[in-house]
């Protein structure tokens, strides 16, 4: 059984720019959810996709968008970086919208 | 005031101590309840799942819910060095889907 992956691990990035960040689901899985972990701080929810919609959405501006793809991989779209995006961003997976949810070990985005 | 509530620690036992970590939370709405074990660098890895009250064992480690009092727990019995890592309590609604709310972790140290 295949885990969460996700790529880059790294990504240094300049204000104003737009960035993708990708992320393979758990074997089995077919939803996925993007989290923004700031340091020192727990994972805070950005959306959730499940059948390549769409299916749930926390307090994020609309510049963070999403794609899921038939095969259940994921990207994570940010444009227009500010400062404030720098952080941890966490993909996890699971089966039908329902926890528990497994996570990969995120990107490391840094905005300069 | 943060829908759960997770002192940040850190908290410094030594090896073969009992670690009890805990979480407060206000939303009575929720059902799901995890423990995450996050290291430096690394995704939270899922340790304990329940659904609604009680107790679940797993090896050293016993999670408890008390949604009469909002309080859940974690107990990890004989403490090693390994277990070293920030612990994460994270909860969702039903029907929430993969929108987990998290407390901002407990940093625990296992001394040898």
């Known amino acids: 059984e295949t885990g969460v992956t996700q790529s880059p691990t790294h990504l240094i990035k300049t204000r104003g720019q737009q960035v993708t960040l990708r992320c393979s689901s758990q074997s089995g899985h077919n939803t996925v959810s993007w989290y923004q972990q700031a340091l020192g701080q727990g994972p805070q929810f950005i959306f959730q996709?499940?059948?390549?919609?769409?299916?749930g959405r926390g307090n994020f501006p609309p510049r963070f968008s999403g794609l899921q793809f038939p095969n259940y991989s994921s990207e994570l779209n940010v444009n227009a970086l500010e400062l404030d995006d720098s952080a941890l961003y966490l993909c996890a997976s699971s089966s039908d919208r329902a926890p528990p949810l497994h996570f990969g070990n995120g990107t490391r985005l840094t905005v300069t | 005031q943060k829908e759960v509530e997770q002192d940040p620690g850190p908290l410094s036992v030594p090896e073969g101590a009992i670690v009890s970590l805990n979480c407060t939370y206000s939303n009575s709405a929720f059902q799901y309840f995890m423990w995450y074990r996050q290291y430096s660098r690394k995704g939270p890895e899922l340790l304990m799942y329940?659904?609604?009250?009680g107790n679940k064992e797993d090896g050293r480690f016993t999670a408890q819910v008390d949604k009469s009092s909002k309080y859940i727990s974690l107990f990890i019995r004989d403490s090693q060095p390994s277990d070293s890592a920030t612990y994460l309590c994270a909860m969702s609604r039903n029907n929430a889907g993969n929108m987990l709310t998290f407390g901002g972790g407990t940093r625990l140290m296992v001394k040898p």
């Open positions: 996709y499940y059948r390549e919609e769409e299916n």
């Open positions: 329940t659904y609604s009250s």
